[in-house]
């Protein structure tokens, strides 16, 4: 397809900088000539869909946001889903704990309950359905995917939700030493009855959610099967998950006509080889709709997305900093938006949206958020991270299509929407002010980047 810039058509430019975000710019106009030597060049090569962008709802997100009155809370959630604003359409919910819930729960704790007699949302019912309730107040549309951080202690060897012994003093997480999950041993215990009623506890709960309105778009397996870790996890060699997908999770999802799709991951090892034991897996492979990567994951996706072009790539996690909040930790956002893109990721998902001011987890880390909730002072900061999530999410619309640059140093991304519109992503990393002549079809829009700082044009 030949894209063809229109001499009439209107440009938005919106930029952000530390002294101000979000900044409606002055609209440049379309020249025949590059005023700086640095060109960058959309070239119109289509590459990947984008099925949609977001952040993950858990626990203690919506616990700081109860701390605010409604209006507040409300605001919160409108600058988050509301299309005129940052415009959320793909999200990520755990299923039972994650790290960043308030404890360790599942969505069956009764042990041997293969029938999944007692499984229940109640909980989630209370918490999570409530914040995501409230983010379709905005985006009645909004899509979901869910993965667990630990099926529940009674279907693990080790009999706990955690993995690895808390060397805190307080040992938070009371497992014993001698209980610690071995790598790269399998944590879930890989007997019939356990696979069985894993595969029913996935289905039961893609369905509970559809009976609350809420439908689960895809589901991967586990997050971080690679790692102990001393809160909710569980570690799984990539032949079990395969086993356990082909011979369990898949067919139970057909025989329930379940239609959310299954990826493997959340992967967060550099070493393609482990994934590719996954999807190559005979029985297996008829099952994934495509992987999913975070963190160390960055290291494989690259060889994954060009060797298994037939599936999707899903950014999963974006990294949480130590609390900072500050630019920096954005432009090391930016990084990691730039190379999942390009990297095939049809969807990127950054982790925790809200937190309060403390931001820590039961387990002492802690972490960046998009917005911080001050529940003392019941104020509300929107951090960096906050408006470059913005600068991509609010005019990249689901369907659209990212388009090759060139040029660009890895500082500019540009897509294509259904409705026709491009979007162009572009970030000044350095401290330098930069001239920078953004081309299509041989016209160019020459542009002033400020130092440190985004940009998002519009045309």
Known sequence: MTLVPLAGSAIEWYSSCGSQCWKQEKAPKWASGAASAAVVDITGKRAQVIDGLGGTFNELGWDALCQLDERQRTEVMRQLFDPAESNYTYCRMPIGASDFAMNFYSLNDVADDFEMVNFSIARDRHILVRYIKAAQAFQPGLKMWASPWSPPAWMKTNNHYASSFDTDQHNHNGLPRERELELPTTGFKMQQGYLKAYALYFAKFVEAYAEQGIAIDAVCIQNEPCSTQKYASCTWRPEDMAYFVGKFLGPTFEERHIGAGIFFGTINRDNPAFTRV?????????????????????????????????????????????????WAAAEHTW?????????????????????????????????NSLITVDTDRRTVTYNPEFYLMKHLCHSV????CRLETTGDGGNALAFINPDGRTTVVMVNRSDDRQRVSLAMNNRFLNLELPPHSFHTLIF
């Open 278 to 326: 996954a999807l190559d897996d005979p029985q297996a492979k008829r099952y994934f709709k495509g992987a999913g990567f975070q963190w160390d994951g960055k290291g494989a996706i690259p060889a994954i997305s060009r060797e298994y072009p037939h599936l999707k790539m899903m950014h999963t996690e974006a990294e949480c900093g130590n609390g900072s909040n500050d």
């Open 397 to 400: 619309m689901p369907g659209a």
């Open 335 to 367: 990084w990691q938006m730039s190379h999942y893109l390009r990297n095939g990721a049809s969807v990127f998902t950054y982790w925790n949206m809200v937190l309060d001011q403390h931001a820590t987890s039961p387990w002492g880390w802690k972490q």
